[in-house]
C-alpha cells in the first residue's frame, strides 16, 4: 500500500477552508442551540400549560428524528413546503440549532429539576417572587451541575456539523470527500480528516470528562 | 474447654496506607475456640489487623500465620485461605440482585461447587439458626439491618470456616436491632466458634469475649481478660479510653 | 404547486423494507457492542496497563470521531487495508458497531465503578475469585445501573443508522430519498420519512424516559 500525500499538500488551503466553515458553522449552532434551547428550557419549567404541550412536542420530535433528516428536510422540502429557500450553510445553521437547541432544553430541565424542592418552598416562603427564584436559587445551583452536559453539546455539534456534507455545505468533511474523490487517495485525506477531528474534539471531550468528576463530587444531597 | 494450640499467629505485622501507619508492629496469638474483641479508638487499627487476616489488605511487614503457615500472597492461596475464615461487614454488603437464601447459599454453589440442592438445604439450616427461616425469599431491600446482619453471618457461616471475624458487626444498627445480632453471635461463641470481633459494644465485650485486646495508633496497647480491661486495667491510656466512652474503671 | 401523497402509499412496500432493514441494523449494532462495550469495560479495569491503555485509547478514538466520518472511512479504508470487499450494509455495520462499543465501554466502565466496593469485598471474603466477584455479585448489579443509558445509546443508534445510507445502505433513509429522486416528490418523500422516523422514534424517546424513572439511581 503506497502512500502518497502530495494531493494533500497541494490542497491545504481547500481543506484548511473546509476547516474554517466547520468551526464557524459549529460555534454559531453553539450560540443559536444555546439561546433558543434556554429559552425553550426554561418556558417548558416554568411557563403557562398550554405552552408546554407543545414544547414538550418538539422536544421528544427532535429526540426522535435523526439530524440527516432535519437537515435534509430543511434544505430540499422547506422551500417547496414555504417558498423560504436557505444557502446550505443557513439550511444547516438552521437544522442543526433546531436539533440541538431540543437537547439543551432537556438539560435545563434536568438541572431545574435536580435542585431540590424544598429550596424553592423556602425561596417562596420569604416572599420572592418567580423570578428572583428563579435568577438566585434555582439557576445558580443548576447551572453547576449542568456544566457538563454543555460541554458535550459543543462536541455533539462539531461532530454533527461533519453531516452537513450531505447537502453541500463546504465544510471540512465535504472538502475531503471532494479530495479524496479528485486525487483517488482516500486513505491519506480521511485519516487526516480523522486527525483533525480528533485534534480538535479529544481536549473537549477530555474538559468535559474533568468537569463531571469534579460535579459529581458535589454529588446529591 | 479452649484449645491451647494458637490459629492465628501475629508477628510484628507492619501496615502502612501511604505515609499514615495504619499497622506499627503487631504481634498476638488466637487460640481455637477463642471470642477475642478488638477495642480502641477508631483509626486504631483494629479493622485494619482484620482485613489484613482475610488477605483483603497486604502486610508491609510481620507476618501472619494461619494453623502455623504464613498467609500466601498469591491469589489462589489467598482464596483458600479464605474460605477457612468467614467475614461479617458493618455495612452488610448483602448481595441486593439476590434473595436471603440465595445470598447465604453463594459461597457453596460459587465457591465449594456444591449442588444447589445441597447448598439450598445447608442455607435453609442456617436461616433457621439465625431467625429468619421465614424470610428465605425476601431480598435485602425488604429486610431490617438487624436482619440483613444476621443473613450475612449466616452467608459467611455456610462456607464452615474456622475463624470468624466481625468487622463492627453492629455499629450501622438501630439500637433496636444491635440486641437481636449480638444474640446471634453470643450463640456463635458458645457453640465454641473462633471468633475475632472489631466492636465499640463494650457489654457484649465484657460478656462474651474471652480476651479483649485494646488497640491505639496502631499497637495493641494492653490484652487481658474482660475483667482486667474493664474492672482494673494495667495501663492508664485503656482506663482514660474506657472512661471517655463513659465506662468507669 | 400541487402535492401529490399518493407517491408515499404507492411506495408503501419499499418503505417498509426500508424500515426492516434501519432496524436489523440497529439491532445487529446492538448485539455487536454491547459485549463489546462490556469486554472493553473489563479490560480498561484490568490490572495490566498495555491492555487498559488498549482500550482507553479504542474508546477516546471513536468517541472523538464523527460517526459519518467513520462510515465513509470504513468505506473506503476496509477494502484497501484488508484486501476484502465488504457489502455497504456490513461496512456500515462494522462503522456502527465500532462507534457504539467505544460509547457502551463508559457507559459500562462507570456503572461498574458505581458498585459499592464493599460488595466486591464481600464476594472476596467468600473466597470467590475476581472473577467469580465479577460475573456473580459485580456485573449484574452494574447491568442494572447500567440499563437506562444503553436504552438512550439504543434510542441514538436508530437515528444513526439513517448516516449508513451515505454508503448506499438500502435502509429507511436511503430509499425515501433514492424514491424522492425516482418521482420528484421532493416535500411528500421527505416528510413522510421524517413522519416514520418520527412514529418509531418518538415511542422509544418515551420508553426510556421510563426507563429512567424506573432504574433511575436510587441509592
Known amino acids: 500500500m503506497d502512500i502518497d500525500i502530495s494531493p494533500i499538500l497541494e490542497s491545504w488551503r481547500f481543506l484548511l477552508s473546509g476547516l474554517e466553515i466547520t468551526l464557524l458553522l459549529s460555534l454559531l449552532t453553539v450560540f443559536c442551540s444555546l439561546l433558543l434551547g434556554t429559552a425553550v428550557g426554561l418556558a417548558r419549567c416554568y411557563g403557562p400549560a398550554w405552552l408546554r404541550v407543545p414544547l414538550v412536542f418538539y422536544i421528544d420530535s427532535m429526540r426522535a428524528v435523526p439530524v440527516l433528516v432535519v437537515l435534509v428536510w430543511t434544505y430540499f422540502a422547506l422551500p417547496i413546503g414555504t417558498g423560504l429557500s436557505l444557502p446550505p450553510f443557513w439550511a444547516a445553521l438552521a437544522a442543526l440549532s433546531l436539533h440541538i437547541a431540543a437537547y439543551v432544553a432537556e438539560i435545563i430541565r434536568a438541572g431545574v429539576s435536580s435542585v431540590r424542592p424544598g429550596q424553592t418552598r423556602a425561596a417562596l416562603a420569604l416572599g420572592m417572587s418567580r423570578a428572583q427564584l428563579i435568577r438566585e436559587i434555582i439557576l445558580p445551583q443548576a447551572i453547576v451541575r449542568m456544566l457538563p452536559a454543555f460541554g458535550s453539546i459543543l462536541s455533539i455539534t462539531i461532530k454533527d456539523t461533519a453531516i452537513a456534507t450531505v447537502i453541500a455545505v463546504p465544510e471540512y468533511m465535504n472538502h475531503s470527500q471532494t479530495l479524496a474523490g479528485q486525487s483517488f487517495r482516500p486513505i491519506e485525506v480521511f485519516v487526516l480528516a480523522a486527525i483533525v477531528y480528533f485534534i480538535i474534539l479529544f481536549p473537549i471531550t477530555r474538559g468535559v470528562d474533568m468537569l463531571y468528576r469534579r460535579v459529581a463530587h458535589l454529588g446529591r444531597s | 474447654m479452649r484449645d491451647a494450640t494458637p490459629v492465628l499467629t501475629y508477628h510484628d505485622v507492619r501496615k502502612l496506607f501511604g505515609n499514615f501507619v495504619a499497622l506499627d508492629g503487631v504481634s498476638m496469638e488466637v487460640s481455637r475456640r477463642e471470642v477475642i474483641c478488638l477495642i480502641g479508638p477508631s483509626g486504631s487499627g483494629k479493622s485494619t489487623l482484620l482485613r489484613c487476616t482475610n488477605g483483603l489488605e497486604l502486610l508491609h511487614g510481620g507476618e501472619i500465620r494461619l494453623d502455623g503457615i504464613p498467609l500466601p500472597r498469591d491469589p489462589r492461596g489467598m482464596r483458600a485461605v479464605r474460605q477457612r475464615m468467614g467475614m461479617v461487614f458493618q455495612s452488610f454488603e448483602l448481595f441486593p440482585h439476590r434473595t436471603a437464601l440465595a445470598n447465604v447459599m453463594s459461597g457453596p454453589v460459587t465457591v465449594l461447587g456444591l449442588s444447589r440442592r445441597d447448598a439450598e438445604a445447608r442455607a435453609m439450616a442456617l436461616l433457621h439458626k439465625v431467625g429468619l427461616a421465614d424470610k428465605a425469599a425476601s431480598y435485602p431491600a425488604n429486610l431490617s439491618g438487624g436482619q440483613q446482619q444476621r443473613v450475612a453471618i449466616a452467608r459467611a457461616l455456610a462456607m464452615e470456616p474456622e475463624v470468624m471475624l466481625f468487622d463492627e458487626p453492629t455499629s450501622a444498627l438501630d439500637p433496636e436491632t444491635i440486641g437481636e445480632v449480638l444474640n446471634v453471635m453470643k450463640q456463635l461463641a458458645e457453640e465454641g466458634m473462633t471468633m475475632i470481633v472489631v466492636t465499640h459494644e463494650m457489654t457484649f465485650a465484657r460478656r462474651v469475649a474471652h480476651r479483649v485486646v485494646v488497640f491505639e495508633r496502631g499497637q495493641i496497647i494492653e490484652q487481658g481478660p474482660p475483667a482486667q480491661i474493664f474492672d482494673a486495667p494495667l495501663v492508664d491510656r485503656t482506663r482514660s479510653f474506657l472512661n471517655h466512652l463513659g465506662w468507669a474503671a | ?219
Open chain 3, 1 to 219: 404547486m400541487k402535492l401529490d401523497w399518493s407517491v408515499v402509499t404507492a411506495h408503501a412496500g419499499d418503505l417498509a423494507q426500508g424500515t426492516a432493514l434501519t432496524v436489523l441494523m440497529a439491532v445487529l449494532t446492538m448485539a455487536l457492542a454491547v459485549p463489546g462495550g462490556i469486554i472493553l469495560a473489563l479490560l480498561r479495569l484490568s490490572g495490566s496497563r498495555v491492555l487498559s491503555g488498549l482500550s482507553a485509547s479504542f474508546t477516546d478514538l471513536f468517541r472523538n470521531l464523527p460517526l459519518i466520518l467513520v462510515i465513509y472511512a470504513a468505506y473506503y479504508i476496509l477494502p484497501l487495508a484488508l484486501d476484502l470487499q465488504f457489502s455497504p450494509f456490513t461496512t456500515g455495520l462494522i462503522a456502527l458497531a465500532l462507534n457504539v462499543s467505544a460509547y457502551n465501554s463508559e457507559t459500562f466502565r462507570a456503572g461498574i465503578a458505581s458498585i459499592r466496593r464493599g460488595q466486591g469485598e464481600a464476594a472476596l471474603a467468600l473466597g470467590m475469585s475476581r472473577w467469580q466477584a465479577m460475573r456473580e455479585v459485580i456485573l449484574p448489579q452494574a447491568t442494572r445501573r447500567v440499563l437506562p443509558v444503553l436504552a438512550s445509546t439504543w434510542v441514538s443508534l436508530f437515528k444513526d443508522t439513517s448516516l449508513v445510507s451515505v454508503i448506499s445502505v438500502g435502509e429507511l433513509a436511503y430509499t425515501a430519498m433514492r424514491i424522492r429522486s425516482q418521482t420528484f416528490r421532493v416535500l411528500e418523500m421527505l416528510t413522510a420519512m421524517a413522519a416514520i422516523y418520527w412514529a418509531l422514534g418518538y415511542p422509544q424517546a418515551k420508553l426510556v424516559d421510563w426507563l429512567n424513572r424506573k432504574y433511575g439511581i436510587t441509592e
